[in-house]
């Protein structure tokens, strides 16, 4: 039985360039400056990447597109097994896993012994973790201190466990890594969070999942003060948009006041989680919408945007491509296997465009009918979405000044010419256009 995966997903920030890595631990040992210097706040999932591609797609395309930071992961010793889900179940803070080749025996991957409440290697012991409980949805020590369905869950408020979890950071902070991702947060308390970070230095950047349930004493914006909190619901309400019918022009309705504010948010359409839900946005959506979503989430001004970088599956738990070893191959985005979104030129145009216009306030939102919308981003670049079967011949006003300008949509295979403060352009079916002075 591994223990309550109280993950971590790694985020390094990019610099332009990031070395080549023999090890695990050389692929935290990136240049330092780029702590400050994030060129961007645009997130790469890289999911189930072994570290050399992590290494290669920094290297090679992520700096030079423009993105801001990779999130790798988690990079602990897991239990063994091909399915993703294996990575989020630590056995203990070894940095080894499937993504890098060493000899292995034992129960770890890495050769660790565990059993129930016994985890040597860490150590922890049956003091270190809470009694099971069933899980009362509406009881905040319930939720933080009970057990997920066959997860056994650590009693991170005790002075040992924040001592082993400090001593983990700390390792993957002097290794070179910028930031975390919580997985599972909203099952720890907030000051057990606040705790982990508290002595480290520098401070990391965090990102939080805590999912939004109505009713629950357990909030994200209760997570705020120690970093960014995944806002599910700015994904639940592009579900409704593109898949539920309830129109693009719902959209101009969020964020709702009650919502994580926009400098803590961390927004996505898909991650690893909800594309094999069922019923959210995924690549394979009909009718472009996960395209099309992206594109807003990019071009629109709430929180900090997630990147999913996945790979095709028929079965939910199936891991990415490993060899004999069972340990992850490289990457190859050419296989049809990973689909390396972030390499999409519509998708990296519109992260440039991201880029371009940040800091400048959202404007000039119109809705020329439920389901094709348009808006501007200061006096630097506008969008228009058409998400209906038919052609939108377009005439909107613009702040962005006069001048011809490229459409990153096409490539810059067609450009837009703003004159008098209004463009027209025909906006295709289930397509868009975006333009910003950043790129004439």
Not at 100 to 111: K, N
Not at 175 to 194: E, N, P, Q, S, T
Not at 430 to 437: E, G, I, L, R
Request: charged residues 20%.
């Amino acid at each position: 039985m591994p223990f309550h995966p109280h993950t971590l997903s790694v985020v390094l920030a990019l610099f332009l360039t990031v070395p080549v890595p023999a090890t695990a631990r050389a692929i935290a040992a990136h240049n330092r400056i780029a702590r400050a210097t994030a060129q961007s706040d645009v997130i790469v999932q890289l999911f189930q990447y072994n570290w050399n591609s992590v290494a290669n797609e920094c290297t090679n395309y992520l700096g030079p597109l423009g993105y801001g930071y990779a999130q790798v992961s988690p990079p602990h010793e897991h239990i063994l097994g091909t399915q993703w889900s294996s990575d989020y179940a630590p056995v203990s803070y070894k940095i080894h896993s499937k993504r890098v080749t060493y000899p292995y025996s034992g129960t770890g991957i890495g050769g660790s012994p565990y059993s129930p409440f016994d985890y040597p290697a860490v150590p922890y012991t049956a003091s270190d973790f809470h009694a099971e409980c069933d899980i009362d949805w509406f009881n905040a020590t319930s939720i933080h201190d009970c057990w997920l369905p066959g997860l056994s869950d650590l009693r991170t408020e005790s002075d040992h466990v924040r001592d082993m979890q400090r001593a983990y950071l700390a390792d993957l902070v002097s290794l070179g890594v910028d930031g975390f991702r919580f997985d599972a947060a909203k099952w720890m308390a907030v000051d057990d969070i606040a705790n982990f970070l508290s002595e480290l230095s520098p401070k990391p950047f965090a990102v939080q999942e805590a999912e939004w349930i109505q009713g629950s004493p357990v909030q994200p914006n209760d997570y705020e003060r120690n970093g960014n909190v995944h806002e599910f619901r700015h994904t639940w309400s592009l579900d409704v948009a593109f898949l539920q019918d309830g129109g693009l022009d719902s959209l101009f309705q969020t964020p709702y006041p009650d919502w994580v504010t926009s400098d803590n948010a961390n927004v996505f359409v898909a991650n690893h989680d909800t594309e094999r839900s069922g019923g959210d946005l995924r690549s394979t959506s009909s009718n472009n919408a996960y395209l099309l979503a992206t594109i807003y989430t990019l071009a629109q001004s709430y929180g900090h945007p997630t990147i999913l970088s996945g790979y095709d599956f028929t079965d939910k738990d199936a891991g990415a491509p490993v060899d004999s070893d069972e340990m992850l191959l490289d990457v190859d985005c050419s296989n049809g296997t990973h689909r390396c979104e972030q390499r999409w030129p519509v998708i990296s145009a519109m992260v440039k465009f991201h880029n371009t216009v940040s800091g400048s306030d959202m404007r000039r939102a119109v809705a020329a009918g439920k389901n094709q919308i348009s808006f501007g981003r200061g006096d630097v670049g506008h969008v228009a979405i058409n998400y209906e079967n038919a052609t939108w011949s377009a005439n909107i006003q613009t702040d962005v000044p006069d001048g011809i300008y490229c459409d990153v949509i096409s490539s810059c295979q067609r450009t837009v010419n703003v004159s008098g403060g209004f463009f027209a352009y025909d906006v295709y079916a289930y397509d868009s256009v975006a333009f910003h002075t950043g790129e004439k």
